[in-house]
């Protein structure tokens, strides 16, 4: 092994290792992990989102490849048809070709040509994370047998009556030219207004002769076809049935009385406009009302309205006040928030537009895809998602599933203009199968991409040209994924695999949690507080990486990514948690090559517990090996992590390796030293791998056998060439070696030296001083165990004599310094080695000094003055100042303590 470890030079070599097996690649084994990857865009790039995601999967295929079960991790991507459109549009009018000029047919190639020119950007980075994922068989949704997938279930549900076509409302993006589904649709806070309008009554009535409605959007009054009001609201009863004229426009409306309206917002008079409303849309169903769509696509007035006709959304409103205000008809304008809805793709507000599209019928599959969930088919981790799920299903509406746009699925349904026929079909046609007439044509639209991707766990494995290669591969494990396409993609999965396949795609669906920037908002690169994947295996290696956000998984539905940028250029700087775990990468690497520079003689055999260490680190390891076994199978990614990091960090290299330096000198305990340190290694290093794949990988090509590689009657089983593809260490396997006692005696025994040394440090004494040490006890048990494990305290903590005493009759000896422990209390004697009186005087004056700093922090963040005006990082770091002080005081109190 090299002297350091550099994961620049190391993990793309280990990488091409690992690609030029065919580890990746499926093989049989006992029992199934099949894992199909949330397919990113085919332009995109890796995100910390997506980091994490693979991280995730990688360590769950990877286990399970360990643990000898058949295992596949089916790499994807997507098309992503608006984000593709829109880039290749961009693309072409920067060489002056509009996309109209082209035609469908040459921009649907020049799609092709975008997605394989930049389409693998994606798989290059998720490569280099190190995430073991079958590339040979990549997929794509515009592959041609999983786009016959996507006719096949058009078809199949267009003939049975759950795809039609209507009239609907629709959330419309007029930069985009398509319509988005209510899921996609973003809603922002937005400081707008509320304008109060005049509208003239056609007959007075009660001596009135005009109503004052309240609305957000006043250039949509020009599609006003009615005007509601509560049925509860008494005050405007007498006006139920009577027309207004619509200013501008000139047409008569009916009042009419709808529960629809809440009586207390604005005046208690709704404009309804059936065209661009949903809610209005349902009283102009309900109460006959004419639907008028006063926008084209763009969201501009049509023709027909005079002065406003070509206005876009903006210019409209602005000419309506105006006039409105020109005619004595605007009675005031108040300030309003309101959430506005906007395109998820290009952030234009959305339009709420009448048009004719495609639709899914949810009713009759919302239902089995509830009970999946209600029954357990189907589990969410953590289980709070479970809800989100259930609440979205139980509101669903029909499935806006048309788009207007060129790339993408193609709707596949045939319209022939001689004798009216029309038809899903799995084939093209051109001929009409009714009357031969050659004037059929395709519906222009394509499907929305989710309509797609809601195949992707069966579609990617053969469906429905081989259904047999589901066998046993369907459902997958688990779906790794984001909270927010639980509605978008993961219902709409579980409902077309039931309808389709009659079984859940997955049993498992495990809720990522999103990760923010350091003061808490959304990762952006426009803001400049995203950071690069590449960047963080750039600077500090994958493993560092994946590890670092594997333990972010605490089951918290946000966590903060604590990068931190210059504020001059932007240019990311430096993340501290990462950097923590790339000192783990190197700790690892480093006891590891102590160890193997110690094993000349080497000779394998079964580990023994020859001392209270052994016995103590065997039964820890074992335990270990139980948690992360479990932790991995049930998704604690974070509670894992911590627990390999304690163990490995804490337990293994500060300590047993510590204690066994001495052993591995004598000649009588080499040997059995030797291989015990080996096992100890060998199984941390295959529990560490599906975490860490690069630096375990790295170690375990240096490392000689362990008992691992042996049967139980000692016959050596060939050595496995890469860790990936070693044995996992089975809990079970292991569980012999637990042993409650020893492990007790242990820890007493690592809490007593603790207590020396932190002395040792505190007071800046040699460890070469010899110094006495009393224990007080009142557990019998435990003072029995200090005794029997006297040897091994002062032997290690160069202690030169140890009593360990009852509380009655004892005294403090003098001299000495106490350490409180749970059962017992440790003195350590100094004598003349600490002049005790000066070192009180000195903490005194420590904590008058901290307090005295705490008590001005704590008046600067009781100003609201400053609260209100400061910049907000610099309040952070105050409130931060607050608690390390606070901290520091408390630590200073305790050394007092220790004192008296």
Not at 116 to 138: A, F, N, T
Not at 304 to 321: Q, T
Not at 837 to 861: H, P, S
């Amino acid at each position: 092994m090299e002297k350091s470890y550099d994961p620049a030079a190391s993990e793309p070599a280990i990488l091409q290792r690992w690609l030029a097996s065919d580890s990746y690649l499926r093989h049989p084994g006992k029992g199934d992990c099949t894992i199909t990857i949330p397919p990113p865009n085919v332009t995109g790039i890796l995100h910390a989102g997506h980091a994490l995601d693979d991280a995730i999967q990688d360590a769950i295929v990877r286990q399970a490849r360990m643990r000898g079960r058949s295992t596949r991790w089916i790499f994807g991507t997507d098309h992503a048809g608006i984000a593709t459109q829109t880039r290749v549009d961009k693309k072409l009018k920067e060489e002056g070709v509009s996309r109209l000029e082209l035609g469908r047919e040459k921009f649907i190639e020049a799609c092709w040509d975008w997605t394989r020119e930049y389409g693998g950007i994606i798989q290059e980075q998720i490569k280099r994370m190190g995430c073991s994922v079958d590339l040979e068989h990549e997929r794509f949704t515009m592959d041609a047998d999983y786009a016959q997938a996507v006719r096949r279930v058009f078809v199949d549900w267009y003939r049975d009556g759950l795809i039609y076509r209507g009239r609907r409302i629709v959330n419309w993006c007029p930069s985009c030219k398509t319509a988005i589904s209510d899921d996609e649709a973003e809603y922002h806070a937005e400081a707008g207004h509320l304008w109060l309008l005049r509208y003239p009554l056609a007959e007075p009535v009660e001596g009135v002769d005009h109503i004052v409605v309240a609305t957000t959007r006043p250039e949509t009054m020009l599609g006003d076809t009615g005007i509601a009001v509560s049925p509860k609201d008494p005050a405007k009863a007498a006006f139920v049935g009577a027309t207004v004229v619509l200013p501008i426009v000139g047409r008569k409306i009916p009042i009419f009385a709808d529960y629809h309206v809440d009586p207390g917002f604005g005046t208690g008079y709704v404009k309804v406009t059936p065209a661009h409303d949903p809610n209005d849309y349902a009283m102009g169903e309900a109460h006959g009302l004419e639907s008028i769509n006063i926008f084209d696509e763009r969201a501009r007035v049509v023709e027909g309205y005079g002065e406003f006709s070509g206005l876009d959304r903006d210019e409209a409103r602005e000419r309506i006040v105006a006039w409105f205000s020109e005619h004595g008809l605007l009675e005031r304008v108040e300030d309003h928030e309101h959430s506005v809805m906007h395109c998820y793709r290009c952030d234009s507000s959305l339009e709420p537009w009448l048009s004719e599209q495609w639709f899914v019928a949810v009713d009759r599959l919302r239902g089995p895809a509830t009970e999946a969930v209600t029954s357990g088919a189907v589990t969410f981790h953590p289980k709070r998602w479970e809800q989100t799920y259930l609440t979205w299903m139980a509101g669903v509406k029909d499935w806006c599933i048309s788009r207007q746009l060129w790339w993408g699925h193609r709707i596949p349904v045939f319209y022939c203009e001689d004798c009216g026929w029309t038809d899903a079909l799995i084939e093209d046609v051109e001929i009409c199968p009714v009357c031969g007439g050659r004037h059929v044509h395709q519906d222009e639209n394509v499907l929305d991409t989710w309509f797609s991707s809601q195949l992707w766990t069966f579609a990617t494995q053969g469906w429905p040209q081989t259904p047999e290669a589901l066998e046993g591969h369907h459902p997958t494990t688990a779906l790794v994924t984001a909270r927010d396409i639980i509605a978008l993609w993961v219902a709409r999965m579980i409902m077309s695999s039931l309808y389709f396949l009659g079984e859940v795609p997955f049993h498992d669906v495990v809720i990522y949690p999103t990760i923010l920037a350091a003061d808490g908002s959304r990762m952006s690169k426009s803001k400049g507080n995203g950071v690069d994947p590449m960047d963080l295996i750039e600077r500090y290696g994958a493993d560092a990486m994946r590890f670092n956000l594997l333990s972010l998984c605490t089951g918290n539905q946000d966590v903060r990514f604590d990068a931190e940028f210059d504020p001059k250029t932007g240019d990311f700087v430096r993340s501290a948690r990462t950097e923590q775990a790339r000192a783990f990468v190197t700790k690892i690497w480093n006891a590891s090559r102590f160890l193997l520079l110690n094993m000349d003689g080497y000779t394998p055999g079964p580990p023994v517990a020859d001392t209270a260490a052994d016995a103590w680190i065997l039964s820890r390891l074992a335990k270990t090996a139980a948690a992360v076994t479990d932790g991995i199978a049930g998704y604690a990614f974070g509670d894992t992590a911590r627990t390999i990091h304690g163990f490995v960090w804490n337990e293994v290299c500060d300590w047993y390796i510590e204690v066994t330096k001495t052993r591995l000198k004598d000649v009588s305990s080499r040997a059995q030293t030797q291989r015990n340190l080996i096992f100890v290694l060998d199984v941390s290093l295959r529990l560490l791998h599906p975490l860490m794949p690069f630096v375990t990988e790295a170690i375990w090509g240096s490392m000689p056998a362990s008992w691992l590689d042996f049967s139980r009657d000692g016959q050596s089983h060939e050595r496995a060439e890469q860790l990936m593809d070693a044995a996992w260490p089975e809990p079970e396997a292991l569980s012999a070696y637990i042993d409650e006692r020893s492990e007790r005696a242990f820890e007493l025994a690592r809490s007593v030296v603790a207590a020396v040394r932190s002395t040792r440090a505190r007071y800046r004494l040699s460890p070469r001083a010899a110094l006495g040490v009393r224990v007080r006890t009142q557990v019998p048990a435990v003072a029995e165990t200090l005794r029997e494990q006297a040897d091994f305290i002062c032997g290690i903590a160069a202690v030169r004599d140890l009593e360990v005493s009852s509380a009655d009759g004892f005294h403090k000896p003098t001299g000495s310094v106490t350490v409180v422990e749970p059962d017992f209390d440790v003195h350590v004697i100094v004598g003349d080695l600490v002049d005790l009186e000066a070192e009180r005087l000195r903490l005194a004056r420590e904590i008058e000094r901290a307090r005295a700093d705490l008590a001005g922090v704590e008046r600067t963040l009781s100003n609201q003055g400053f609260i209100s005006k400061a910049a907000p990082e610099i309040v952070s770091r105050k409130r931060n100042r607050a608690r390390e002080l606070t901290e520091t005081i408390q630590g200073l109190v305790d050394q007092a303590h220790e004192l008296d």
